[in-house]
């Protein structure tokens, strides 16, 4: 299904600016915002845009013209994962739940049932499933769910980087549809395809992957930015790069024709043809 919000959004800006390729002015985040931690697109009607950092979870209406804090505020957004109807919002070692507006906190900050700081969380709603990337003191682990996040059991992640950056997961539809978790290393991308029991690298992306994104709508789509904004179209399999570099990517969960990505200048870039133009 079309994103047709957000997409008739990033037309409008098109039009507006009455430009051709590479597309619209970048806009401006929250000039609070600080370094980005994240930024992702909710599968929600209006198709908000959130980037969390230090300084809090800061959401977007209108593709950058303007932002607003979440309320209450949200301190320290280190990373989000997605149910079916919520949204986990990861503050370090708490987290909380909000609708997928953004605009909602249903269950208030509390400590995760498993020691450590969260820096990175990968969705995969239509299984139930969710991982988190946790710091623990000088290391990382890495835990499961696949109940919403009510239980968490803790992953091998056998062949993992050292260090990973973000991870996400990129699912196929059915009960037995097939998930592949991703991984962004200073050294690459790594892929797990038994949901975080053993990775591997894949020779398709280059080394300095600093984050990376997929999206509900199909499995097939994954963005990288190495960081140069890098896109594939066959699970990672290749890759192919777009005309702008970045720190944090995402991907509309419902159009893959509509990317967004948080440059190395602080500025938020959107695309409506799949990465062609920025």
């Not at 806009?27 to 230090?54: C, D, K, M, Y």
């Not at 209406?61 to 932002?67: A, F």
């Not at 097939?178 to 395809?193: H, I, K, N, P, Q």
């Not at 594939?232 to 990505?261: H, K, M, Q, W, Y």
């Amino acid at each position: 299904m079309v994103n047709r919000g957000v997409l008739a959004v990033v037309m409008a800006a098109l039009a507006a600016a009455s430009c051709t390729p590479p597309g619209p002015d970048s806009r401006a985040l929250h000039p609070r915002t600080g370094e980005p931690a994240f930024i992702t697109v909710t599968n929600h009607a209006r198709a908000p845009i959130g980037v969390g950092s230090a300084s809090g979870l800061w959401v977007t209406l209108d593709v950058g013209r303007s932002w607003a804090g979440a309320r209450p505020s949200v301190s320290r957004a280190t990373a989000i994962g997605y149910t079916t109807s919520r949204a986990i919002v990861a503050r370090g070692s708490r987290y909380e739940i909000r609708d997928l507006s953004l605009a909602t906190q249903v269950v208030f900050a509390r400590a995760w049932p498993f020691p450590g700081s969260v820096v990175s969380l990968a969705s995969d709603p239509r299984h139930s499933r969710l991982w988190a990337l946790v710091r623990v003191d000088d290391g990382f682990a890495l835990r499961y769910a696949n109940d919403g996040g009510r239980y968490w059991w803790e992953r091998p992640a056998a062949f993992l980087c050292a260090e990973p950056r973000a991870i996400a997961a990129a699912s196929e539809p059915g009960r037995l549809g097939l998930v592949r978790l991703f991984a962004a290393c200073a050294d690459g991308l790594y892929a797990s395809d038994d949901l975080g029991v053993s990775f591997r690298r894949l020779e398709s992306a280059p080394a300095d992957v600093r984050d990376v994104a997929t999206a509900l709508a199909d499995a097939d789509t994954v963005v990288i930015a190495t960081p140069v904004v890098r896109i594939s179209r066959d699970r990672g399999e290749t890759f192919t790069p777009a005309a702008v570099s970045a720190s944090r990517v995402a991907v509309d969960p419902r159009n893959t024709a509509v990317l967004f990505a948080v440059g190395l200048n602080g500025r938020l870039y959107a695309s409506a043809d799949g990465g062609r133009h920025f």
